[in-house]
């Protein structure tokens, strides 16, 4: 970092007009609140509510923060951005943006792989789900998710912040993803590439062939039950996690693990705003649209919110 010859990045983002700017700001803008409230809603009603306090809906409140987590590294400074004079980034703080939102994507695969492994012992197995799903193995879970996020992006961690760069320092993206950062870097990226290329590949392949592999086998156990309405019973508490499974690995897919060759940044970024700003407010809603119990809860919340007004 000491050798490089600039000091800051300057963001591109959205090259609109000023009057556009501030639309898609208010409504980026509100987007960001809807999503924190949402989230932030569902944690709320995990943790208050005694009815839910087990292994799918701790599952849950962790992705919702994770959410949070998610949006935070990278909507902030996008707003910022858009309204602002200045679109400019250091240096420390583009690498500092850029691991913080690889370990949240990366966490973010783990635990929806832990939220199929939840589905498929609550279907296949309902019987032992309180002695194999108990909310200290789930808690353990979720801790290994995070760890093993951050032990394997170690290596790639330390490969970027080696890299220098010495200009030019315009960054055709409104968060510093890795590509973008690395084609203004003025050494040698192979070992780089590479290295995020492997663990792309293991990461998301890895966690959607474990996830399939779940859901053949609950698909099998489905099919095993007798009457029509214990099926969709059954099915219907998957439908939520498979709708968000297929928004999110359909984006990342899409970036990451298609050909880059010849493929211009600007359509990286009207999917990076649909994964990183969407879908992380899809999310809640559609859980929360699907699940009873969710709803009860907060129907319950906000009467006792307006019986002590």
């Not at 996020?149 to 409104?174: E, M, Q, W, Y």
Request: glycine letters at 4%; charged letters at 10%.
């Amino acid at each position: 970092m000491n050798q490089s010859s600039i000091s800051e990045f300057i963001l591109i983002g959205f090259s609109l007009s000023e009057d556009k700017r501030i639309y898609l700001f208010t409504f980026f803008f509100l987007i960001y609140i809807l999503t924190l409230i949402a989230n932030m809603l569902i944690i709320i009603l995990v943790y208050s509510s005694n009815h839910l306090h087990n292994p799918m809906y701790l599952l849950l409140s962790n992705f919702s923060f994770l959410e949070i987590c998610y949006t935070a590294v990278t909507v902030p400074k996008m707003l910022s951005d858009l309204i602002g004079q200045s679109q400019s980034i250091s240096i420390a703080g583009c690498i500092t943006q850029y691991h913080f939102f690889s370990l949240c994507a990366a966490t973010e695969h783990f635990l929806l792989v832990i939220m199929a492994y939840d589905r498929y012992v609550a279907i296949c197995y309902p019987l032992h789900y309180g002695g194999i799903m108990s909310t200290k193995f789930c808690m353990q879970l979720i801790a290994a998710c995070w760890s093993i996020s951050a032990l394997s992006l170690t290596i790639p961690a330390v490969s970027v912040a080696k890299l220098r760069f010495c200009g030019p320092n315009v960054i055709d993206h409104f968060f510093c993803e890795f590509n973008p950062v690395l084609k203004l870097s003025c050494t040698d990226t192979y070992i780089a590439q590479f290295i995020f290329n492997c663990l792309s590949w293991i990461i998301i392949l890895g966690c959607l062939i474990c996830i399939a592999i779940s859901y053949s086998k609950i698909i099998s156990a489905i099919i095993k039950i007798p009457s029509s309405h214990g099926k969709m019973k059954a099915f219907s508490t998957c439908t939520s996690h498979l709708t968000v499974v297929g928004i999110f690995y359909g984006t990342v897919i899409f970036i990451y693990l298609r050909p880059t060759v010849n493929v211009p940044f600007h359509q990286n970024k009207v999917v990076s705003v649909f994964y990183i700003v969407v879908t992380p407010v899809l999310n809640p809603i559609i859980y929360s649209f699907k699940n009873e119990l969710l709803r009860k809860a907060a129907s319950n919340l906000f009467d006792r919110i307006l019986m002590r007004s």
